[in-house]
């Protein structure tokens, strides 16, 4: 999709997707009033993300965002919106998950001491990202 085509709300959710995170939480965060309400969120939530879904390079930059965090995974599966779209999610979700596992885990194996001597790289930081995930961001 062309950039020219996407809309103000396409543009600001792709920008979210950038930063890493639940994208849902970073709008949130960023523009609290307008976000809370309801219209506003369930249209980034039913005619946004779901939709974009469709794209692979949405689906792509989801998972390397660490996907969407738990509460919002609830909501945005409760949220109307093509089937396909749901298992879309899901996947990217499943994906990014097992990628933040496998991180979880270096993290731990690094701090047992046989292995402490191994320098920490992405996974210095997973824990407090499965910690952001279960409960929203955290403002940092
Ligand atoms: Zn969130």
């Known amino acids: 999709m062309a950039d020219q085509t996407l809309s103000p709300l396409q543009h600001e959710l792709r920008e979210t ?34 939709q974009d879904l469709r794209f692979p390079e949405v689906q792509a930059a989801l998972v390397r965002a660490g996907g969407l965090c738990l509460p919002h995974l609830r909501t945005a599966l409760g949220a109307s ?30 701090n047992d001491y046989r292995f402490q001597h191994e320098p920490m790289g992405d996974e210095r930081d997973a824990w407090l990202r499965v910690l952001d995930t279960l409960t929203g961001l955290s403002p940092r």
């Open 17 to 50: 997707l950038a930063q890493g995170g639940c994208p849902l939480c970073h709008l949130a965060a960023r523009d609290e009033q307008r976000f809370l309400d309801s219209l506003t969120y369930e249209r980034i939530l039913d005619e946004i993300l779901l």
């Open 81 to 110: 919106g093509p089937a396909q779209s749901h298992t879309a999610l899901l996947a990217a979700q499943r994906e990014a998950w097992t990628v933040l596992m496998a991180e979880l885990d270096g993290f731990i194996r690094k």
